[in-house]
């Protein structure tokens, strides 16, 4: 896995298959083993893939001190420096659909087509009342990994998914492959939670996909309507029945999504 070097910082990626370059932006304690395997490999045909760790997430360098969304979306910029891509399709979900967001608003001649997956603008009309954020913090703070998991797994899932025991032991082995400290994922919260650009949205010119599934615990689906409403020209697709972490639940169909999008659009 290859390092960035952003000068201060370095952050950490994987890099696959070929076509259309494509990055891949996650969420709040997200890594890059969270895209998981079926839906990274469902994009190599079309698209060169890049996915990496946010500052202060595994091998990434930390950063001392507080950051906000717009500083993940500058790492983000240099990312694409160090890759030698002018602009590339952006996926951003959760977190990181909020550092998508303000990519394609500081720097927007480097994207190309904008997917914004269960995320949040901000400002009048989004929520951030949903049950499953305070479910992780608390189960953040017991210090108990496996309650941890566990917590996050039915959170991020929906119960139909979560109702196949199967599903756990490669959800686990994702989550744990990555060292995610629980100070990191205190300061991206500060960062998500002031969070607003909703009196920008509508500045953005990319092509854009909305992606939210109906039964997610961790962002309203009310959201996604709301950035698809900001965001001149948007499209939303509502994923009926479907958690947070949709692409874990229907891998087939968002890469289907996102083929159409980014290279039609």
């Not at 480097?110 to 608390?138: H, I, K, N, Q």
């Not at 496996?146 to 917590?151: A, E, G, K, S, Y």
Request: proline share 4%; charged share 20%.
């Amino acid at each position: 896995m290859p390092d960035a070097d952003l000068g201060s910082r370095r952050l950490h990626y994987v890099r696959r298959g070929s076509g259309a370059p494509l990055l891949l932006i996650q969420g709040m304690a997200g890594h890059h083993q969270i895209w998981g395997e079926p839906f990274l490999d469902g994009l190599t045909d079309d698209f060169d893939v890049v996915a990496y760790d946010h500052r202060g997430i595994g091998d990434s360098t930390d950063v001392p001190g507080q950051f906000t969304i717009a500083d993940l979306a500058d790492d983000a910029a240099g990312l694409l420096d160090v890759l030698g891509w002018s602009d590339a399709n952006v996926m951003g979900i959760s977190m990181g659909g909020m550092v998508a967001q303000e990519l394609a608003l500081h720097h927007p001649g480097r994207v190309r087509t904008l997917v914004l997956g269960c995320t949040y603008a901000g400002g009048a009309g989004s929520t951030l009342a949903a049950p499953g954020p305070m479910r992780m913090f608390e189960a953040m703070n017991t210090g108990d990994i496996d309650h941890v998991i566990r917590t996050a797994y039915e959170a991020n899932l929906s119960a139909g998914f979560c109702d196949d025991e199967s599903h756990f032991e490669a959800f686990k082995t994702a989550s744990l492959a990555v060292y995610v400290p629980v100070s990191t994922v205190m300061r991206q919260a500060q960062a998500a939670f002031v969070h607003d650009t909703s009196d920008r949205l509508a500045k953005i010119a990319a092509p854009t996909l909305v992606l939210h599934g109906t039964a997610d615990d961790m962002i309203a689906a009310s959201n996604g309507s709301h950035v698809a409403d900001l965001i001149p020209g948007a499209r939303l697709e509502t994923l009926d029945g479907l958690g947070h972490l949709f692409w874990w639940e229907q891998s087939g169909a968002v890469v289907g999504f996102i083929r159409t999008h980014c290279l039609v659009a």
